[in-house]
């Protein structure tokens, strides 16, 4: 179905936006446009040859505030595959207290006619806030706890494809909601597309009004994860916490750390996914993040890369059309 | 020779004595020496100025007793002369600043230097709060007699709370000694912890760590416990949630001497105001929920919340141009105080004298000062100004250095025409 070097027809995915700064607001057919072309994507990247030319002449500029390995390498690579120019630039939050500003960062990057920047930053709205001073699009790549919008979508990607569909799963997702732009993206985009959610959590790692969200709230790992389809587990932020949150790792681990016992409780085939980095023996045991029967957590890393080719497509595309 | 200004043709509103009748007002050397409806009756004698006032209303100057001018210290946000020029616009006579300058005002030569500026530039009377502790480090009690000595209102660690339960309490104490006012930001900074906005689902929508509004009563509460214990007198600014409202309810109905003002953000808008992140209704304490507002409409009609101060607090874009958690806290609104207020009376919540005691002679009795009211002998700072007229609010028109206010391009109605300093004018709107 497709085809190396030439690109997926652009005609068949609608996504009427200049930037893609969140799951929240978005439609039913415009998720399942990026879904439907990451699907193809998918398969450009387990050919041979998984070049194209969508991106050529494109500039793609990586602009990261806070520290990223997986999320940048992705975005690096999908930039790449879809034969644009990338470069990656790393601002440590230290030297923007030197005196350079994030819009003045943003105004010079701009002042270089980039396509597309791909923007992480510490602080919850700072990427919408970069967005209106730029002339490409922008892509959150994490803001805060605010929202991690690739990384919901290559979530339910990877649901789709092992369970044909998200609506009328049951979603559990556990741990530090609190603190999780995972989460809260997940949420909007599992709810949107007809999926029930869980959240399960201890009362101090849930956030307040959660309940409003459209999610059923569990405070006991064995009652909301009893015949779910899916385990999302998340890494306690314990960078992100000030002050004690939980007691200890021990004590996490005992009543919200995944373990085979728990699992039991969930649908036979139920899967496990984590967005990484992992906290093994924190909130998952070993022994599941490393089986391969329960654990898709690699799956996840490769439809991240076709996810996010099908962002940087749909969005230049865009610009181009407009 | 004496300096005589005549009005003639207003309608008199005096909120202290409940006066609201057609007629006419001498000052003479800067003090109200007569009124009443039949003043003029025979003519208006030889004056240095007429004021034609067309009908329209004169009332007392408005006080605002919380304002953060920036001078000295930040003048790229605000100085005393803009701060002056936009106070006179908006119909502000008096306004009482914080000591949150650079340096403090903790030592009676600061005190001083603001006084003198305000007299170079002559527009405004402008008094001050002396810090309640030194470097509103929440140690140390200041010296409270002496800077009470040469002018300061009252007492106050400006926009930090003072959580030393033990310093509060000798604060407090101490305080009543002289009769002196204690004014407390009453926000437990361990519960605000790194919050920036109202603790809800929009907070946790928008991914902005939260302020529970308990944080507000919790300080509210403990300083109401430690003024049972110790007497004198307390106040407690910007009161933004329902609890802390019915706490100060229930001190006043035990009979301690504590009064409360708020900030008109907090009956205009509520938190919905910083959905998409808009860091110019970024405020310490937060804006809260619809429930909270409305609370704060009820503490306002039975009297509970005394007055309304504007809360100024002037920023410049590079404050406010940031991401949310990074921006300051405040609203300039000096000059959009009258017609916010006005919104009571004009949505039927106060009447027209009701709104205008919370911003004349309410803060006038709470700081004991002879201005605030029509009556023989007081101060003729006096405000001319249409309750009526509609306009839009504008950023680009404001007098203030800066122009953070979340208020840019709401339709209002209500306006300064004219205001008088001692029977000066310092404004006329064009």
Not at chain 1, 196 to 221: K, N, S
Not at chain 1, 282 to 309: C, F, K, L, P, Y
């Amino acid at each position: 179905m497709t085809r190396s070097q030439t690109a997926p027809d652009f005609a068949l995915y609608r996504f009427p936006h200049r930037h893609l700064l969140g799951i929240d607001g978005l439609s039913i057919s415009e998720i399942n446009s990026l879904l439907d072309l990451a699907d193809a994507y998918v398969a450009q990247n387990r050919q041979h040859d998984k070049k194209s030319d969508v991106l050529r002449g494109r500039t793609l500029i990586n602009l990261f505030f806070e520290n990223s390995t997986r999320t940048q390498a992705s975005f690096e690579l999908a930039g790449k595959r879809l034969g644009g120019d990338v470069m990656n630039m790393s601002v440590s939050s230290s030297s923007i207290k030197k005196g350079e500003t994030m819009i003045d960062t943003a105004m010079t990057l701009n002042a270089m006619h980039p396509d597309v920047l791909v923007v992480r930053h510490p602080d919850a709205g700072a990427v919408k806030l970069l967005s209106e001073k730029v002339t490409g699009a922008v892509i959150n790549a994490g803001d805060g706890r605010h929202e991690h919008p690739t990384q919901a979508l290559l979530d339910a990607l990877t649901i789709r494809r092992r369970r044909g569909r998200l609506d009328n799963m049951t979603v559990a997702i556990c741990g530090d909601i609190l603190h999780s732009r995972v989460a809260r993206s997940n949420i909007y985009l599992l709810t949107t597309m007809g999926a029930r959610v869980r959240v399960v959590a201890p009362r101090t790692l849930m956030p307040a009004g959660i309940e409003r969200f459209g999610v059923d709230v569990f405070h006991d790992m064995r009652a909301g994860l009893t015949d779910c389809d899916i385990v999302m587990m998340l890494r306690l932020q314990t960078e992100r916490m000030r002050g004690t949150f939980v007691p200890s790792t021990r004590e996490y681990f005992h009543f919200f750390g995944l373990d085979r016992e728990k699992l039991s409780y969930a649908k036979p085939d139920a899967f496990v996914m984590h967005p990484g980095p992992m906290n093994r023996g924190v909130e998952i045991d070993s022994d599941i993040a490393d089986d391969i029967n329960r654990s898709v957590i690699r799956d996840q890393v490769e439809m991240g890369v076709a996810v996010r080719m099908a962002c940087l497509d749909l969005l230049t595309r865009g610009a181009t059309v407009n | 020779m004496t300096k005589r200004t005549a009005f003639v043709n207003a309608r008199l509103l005096d909120p202290a004595s409940d006066l609201d009748m057609t007629g006419g007002l001498l000052a003479e050397d800067g003090k109200i020496t007569d009124f009443g409806p039949d003043l003029f009756k025979d003519g208006v004698p030889d004056v240095d100025q007429l004021v034609q006032c067309d009908g329209l209303c004169l009332a007392p100057g408005l006080i605002d007793m919380r304002v953060q001018v920036r001078e000295p210290g930040e003048e790229h946000k605000e100085t005393i002369e803009s701060a002056s020029h936009a106070a006179a616009a908006g119909g502000v006579t008096a306004m009482v600043c914080l000591p949150n300058t650079e340096p403090v005002i903790d030592d009676i030569s600061v005190v001083e230097f603001v006084a003198r500026r305000a007299r170079e530039i002559k527009m405004v009377k402008l008094y001050c709060y002396g810090a309640l502790t030194r470097g509103m480090e929440g140690e140390q009690i200041t010296e409270m007699g002496l800077l009470a000595d040469s002018g300061a209102l009252g007492f106050t660690d400006g926009i930090k709370a003072l959580t030393d339960p033990l310093v509060m309490r000798r604060a407090l104490s101490y305080a009543r000694t002289f009769g002196l006012l204690v004014i407390q930001h009453p926000e437990d900074p361990d519960m605000v912890d790194d919050g920036v906005m109202n603790e809800g689902e929009l907070a946790s929508r928008l991914g902005l760590p939260g302020i529970p509004a308990v944080a507000e009563v919790m300080m509210v509460e403990r300083d109401l416990r430690l003024l049972s214990l110790t007497g004198g007198r307390y106040h407690a600014s910007h009161l933004s949630t329902a609890a802390s409202i019915n706490a100060v309810r229930r001190a006043k109905f035990d009979g301690l001497d504590v009064t409360c003002d708020t900030a008109p953000h907090y009956f205009a808008l509520n938190e919905n105001a910083v959905s998409d992140y808009r860091t110019f209704a970024k405020v310490s304490p937060p804006l809260r929920s619809e429930q909270d507002r409305n609370a704060v409409v009820e503490g306002l009609k039975d009297g509970t919340i005394d007055a309304i101060a504007s809360d100024h607090a002037p920023h410049d874009q590079d404050s406010k141009r940031l991401p949310f958690v990074q921006a300051e806290c405040g609203i300039i609104g000096l000059e959009t105080l009258l017609p916010l207020t006005l919104e009571l009376y004009h949505n039927g919540h106060l009447t027209l004298l009701e709104a205008l005691g919370k911003v004349t002679a309410a803060p006038a009795s709470i700081l004991r000062l002879p201005s605030g009211r029509i009556n023989r002998g007081a101060p003729a700072d006096l405000l001319l100004f249409d309750p009526n007229r509609p306009w839009t609010i504008d950023e680009e028109k404001f007098r203030s250095k800066s122009n953070n206010s979340p208020f840019h391009d709401r339709p209002v109605q209500g306006m300064a025409v004219r205001t008088f300093v001692e029977g000066r004018t310092i404004y006329t709107a064009i």
